[in-house]
């Protein structure tokens, strides 16, 4: 039995004011609900939601061997970034599959922030210390105990943001930030989320979070600001397609069977899988990450078997009902020969083959600023 | 503290059993569906079917989870609440009148005094509904 005690945010107590339901997750006491998922869900879609997503680890690199270190161990072209420059990335082990999906933040011109998922910060931390130890002039520093991190996301979420920034917040693009006081409190505001609405993640010291996270509710009221837990986070994501670390990808898919091959830019130079990348992509995956809708009513989850007449032939790792879809959907991994749109296939759903299809994703439509 | 009406019979799994004529109306209870969150499936067996007491008879899915129902009491189902599977919300808004699931004619009466009071049930939820 794991005795290890739940760590708690800079917002706990927020949350238990507010009356959430409170529930572990990935070694964390973390608010699942408010009032209801499918209603802060459709919040966070019509009007504006905040999140509490402090429990994410933030580590910085810095002096002149940085880029080199990001370099090696990201997918991604870390050089292509400008200071003020956001990307979405992947950390691999040797043979493709993943440590993390993470964002590489240019805070400077030899330095960089990097966001990590909630349950991997140890196992990351141990990755990137280790696995650069040969790169010269590269000092790692881990931030997340620190760090708290708001997400304010929804179509008003621009507006909340910009009427207690003393930053020009509509000049961001999307992937961009910028450092300005929120409601008096320093942080780093970027425009970056994962709903598929716009919106805005804000990085503030743990100790002024909690200030943040009231000014931004005082603020809202006039928005329709709701609190959004946990538990939408996913719905919302889901409808996007978001891959969620632990559920759609980990140590046991690679990126280019995870749908993440444009994050993997073999060309920059060398980096930690990129060998074992380029043979799957010359050979070609054998599975995909495809989204599905049921056909039949039924809700398909996380380790379901996927089959074609009969065989097995996938799993499915999330699904749940799409709130702002109306469906059942989910996404999963299937041979590749049957990843196409509109393919047929049956989930199996307690013991019974339960008809589904292959559909186009994101199942919503992207609602993010694209950069202009 | 969850509404627990007096004039129905309870499982220790949180469905509600409540007698009419030689029949007996089966759902699941305030507290249950609080616990649930909003509920999007719900699987139910269909008219004629047997079920059995203490035994599961179909499936309430939340958004987050799936649960099994357990039946109050042994029977044949004669009515099956169909709206459920276009309303499932119908469960969180109305759980003891229009989220009803089945109507079970009874095989046994011994079964109906192994039930929960309302007094019984409401003892149980208080301790944390196990």
Redesign the interface.
């Known amino acids: 039995m794991n005795t290890t005690p739940l760590r708690r945010t800079p917002l706990y107590h927020e949350h238990v004011a507010a009356g959430a339901?409170m529930v572990p997750f990935g070694g964390w006491e973390m608010p699942?609900?408010y009032t209801?998922?499918?209603?802060e869900h459709r919040t966070v879609r019509s009007a504006v939601g905040l999140f509490d997503v402090s429990h994410m680890g933030e580590f910085e690199v810095e002096g002149p061997g940085a880029l080199a270190a990001l370099q090696y161990l990201t997918t991604n072209d870390v050089a292509s970034l400008q200071v003020g420059q956001i990307q979405y990335s992947v950390l691999c082990y040797d043979n493709g599959t993943i440590v993390d999906d993470l964002t590489v933040y240019r805070m400077g011109d030899e330095r960089y922030m990097i966001t990590v998922n909630a349950g991997n910060i140890d196992k990351d931390w141990a990755h990137v210390t280790k696995s650069t130890e040969h790169v010269k002039d590269a000092r790692w520093r881990n931030a997340s105990e620190g760090t708290g991190l708001i997400a304010v996301q929804g179509p008003k979420a621009e507006a909340l943001v910009g009427r207690l920034a003393d930053r020009d917040v509509p000049a961001i693009g999307y992937y961009r930030f910028v450092r300005g006081n929120v409601g008096e409190v320093p942080t780093v505001i970027s425009r970056t989320g994962y709903t598929g609405e716009d919106g805005f993640e804000l990085y503030a010291p743990a100790d002024r979070t909690a200030r943040l996270w009231k000014a931004l509710v005082d603020a809202g009221r006039a928005d329709g600001v709701a609190l959004i837990g946990l538990?939408a986070r996913?719905?919302l994501r889901l409808e996007m397609k978001y891959a969620l670390y632990g559920n759609d990808i980990d140590e046991t898919t690679n990126a280019l069977e995870a749908g993440l091959g444009w994050v993997v830019k073999p060309a920059k130079g060398e980096f930690i899988g990129r060998d074992a990348l380029e043979k799957i992509r010359a050979e070609g995956v054998r599975r995909r990450l495809v989204g599905i809708e049921m056909v039949d009513?039924?809700?398909a989850?996380h380790g379901y078997p996927v089959k074609k007449d009969g065989r097995a032939v996938g799993l499915v790792t999330s699904g749940?009902?799409g709130p702002s879809v109306d469906k059942?959907i989910a996404i999963a991994y299937v041979e590749t020969a049957l990843a196409p749109v509109g393919t047929a296939l049956e989930v199996e759903i307690?013991g019974q083959g339960k008809a589904a299809q292959v559909v186009r994703t994101p199942f919503y439509p992207s609602k993010v600023k694209k950069a202009g | 503290m969850a509404n627990v009406p007096k004039d129905l019979k309870y499982t220790r799994e949180h469905e509600w059993a409540k007698p009419e004529g030689d029949r007996v109306r089966v759902g699941i209870t305030a507290y249950a569906q609080e616990q649930l969150?909003?509920v999007?499936?719900v699987?139910l067996p269909k008219v004629g079917a047997k079920v059995t007491a203490s035994k599961n008879f179909g499936?309430v899915?939340?958004?987050?989870a799936?649960s099994d129902l357990f039946a109050p009491i042994s029977g044949e189902v004669v009515e099956v609440n169909g709206e459920l599977?276009q309303k499932p919300?119908t469960v969180n808004q109305d759980p003891y009148g229009q989220g009803w699931m089945l109507v079970v004619k009874p095989s046994s009466k011994a079964e109906w005094d192994q039930l929960l009071t309302a007094p019984q049930y409401e003892e149980l939820i208080a301790q944390g509904g196990h």
Request: without cysteine; aromatic residues 10%.
């Open positions: 339901r699942v609900q209801g998922i499918i209603e538990g996913d719905t009513k039924a809700v989850r749940s009902y059942y307690r | 969150g909003d999007v499936f699987e499936v899915e939340s958004v987050k799936v599977a919300e």
